[in-house]
């Protein structure tokens, strides 16, 4: 037997996201959280052959599209990557938005959408591009001391923006693409130590340094949890930034903070306080998606690899 799932790819600021739109595992039903679990407890292995070779490459986060259960909603969506599961994730909500506005099943310019984390607001612009307002994000740490085996000593905060992030303030190295083995080495090693000091939670290591382009406020390189680099300048690590530069006094409510990734692409962002006790921000993320592939992926029941390389073919 073969069964065939239908999906779209597509990229958002060079970051690639594939929408499962039908055929992949089935959830059941219940909230998206029960349904995230079911995902992670009985179909773990179709997360690696929907994402990972030889159907896809280690970078893909996938997206499967879900009926919500919030019935404001116009959608659900499930994040997911190489090595597990993502609460929220900016541009792969951009390129899912962008990937039902292709599809046509978008009515309006607006698009609620349920995620694991909360509901996200999504608009499009006639312009092609697309906002969102995030889940609400927050600094949970600043000034936080570490030296990394390898790196030296290391100065950042720790904060959530629908993913946990530590957010480096030194060092401040010379980001370019030319470079990216020498800062998926540094973050790697930084994510170690921040995870055994304190911070077991955080799965995404941002370094910054100032932006290429003069138009722009800051250029970024984000590690993401399976050893792979954002290629965008990643929603929720944008997300992130806003929470610390808010909780410093360094960006007003409405303020934009232009934030360019490792390949030169740029998120605009700006925010406004939650309505809410904490200090937590409402940021507000736009970017542009363009969709690349749509197709079947084709799992044969006699393909040893149909859940992907390296996986025990028990697992499922
Ligand atoms: O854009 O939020 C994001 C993201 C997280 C991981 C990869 N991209």
């Not at 073969?2 to 219940?30: C, K, M, N, W, Y």
């Not at 290591?205 to 792979?228: A, K, M, Q, T």
């Not at 925010?271 to 799992?299: K, N, Q, S």
């Amino acid at each position: 037997m073969t069964q065939r799932i239908a999906f779209v790819d597509s990229h958002t600021a060079g970051e690639p996201t594939r929408v499962i739109l039908s055929g992949g595992p089935d959830l059941g039903s219940g909230t998206i959280q029960e349904r995230l679990e079911r995902f992670r407890s009985q179909h773990d292995s179709m997360r690696l052959a929907m994402v990972t070779e030889p159907r896809g490459a280690e970078v893909l986060i996938g997206a499967v599209r879900c009926e919500p259960s919030d019935t404001s909603c116009d959608a659900a969506v499930i994040f997911f990557n190489n090595v597990g599961y993502l609460g929220m994730c900016g541009h792969g909500l951009i390129g899912f938005v962008e990937t039902l506005r292709y599809l046509g099943e978008i009515e309006s310019d607006r698009c609620r959408v349920e995620t694991p984390v909360g509901v996200v607001e999504a608009r499009i612009h006639p312009d092609g591009k697309i906002s969102f307002d995030n889940v609400p994000s927050y600094r949970k740490a600043t000034e936080v001391v570490f030296d990394a085996p390898g790196v030296g000593q290391v100065v950042g905060d720790v904060a959530w923006g629908g993913n946990w992030f530590f957010l480096t303030r030194t060092p401040k190295p010379r980001l370019r693409i030319d470079s990216i083995s020498e800062w998926l080495k540094m973050t790697t090693a930084i994510r170690k130590t921040v995870n055994e000091n304190g911070y077991p939670e955080v799965d995404h290591i941002e370094l910054f340094d100032d932006p290429i382009s003069p138009e722009n406020h800051s250029r970024n390189f984000v590690l993401c949890p399976g050893l792979e680099y954002d290629r965008s300048p990643c929603g929720t690590g944008t997300s992130a930034k806003l929470a610390c530069l808010a909780a410093d006094g360094l960006l007003e409510p409405g303020e934009n903070w232009i934030q360019e990734g490792i390949l030169g692409t740029s998120f605009t962002g700006h925010y406004h306080w939650a309505d809410e006790p904490g200090g937590r921000i409402i940021p507000t993320i736009t970017g542009r998606a363009f969709v690349t592939i749509e197709g079947h992926l084709l799992l044969q029941d006699d393909d040893p690899f149909r859940h992907g390389i390296g996986l025990d073919e028990s697992s499922d």
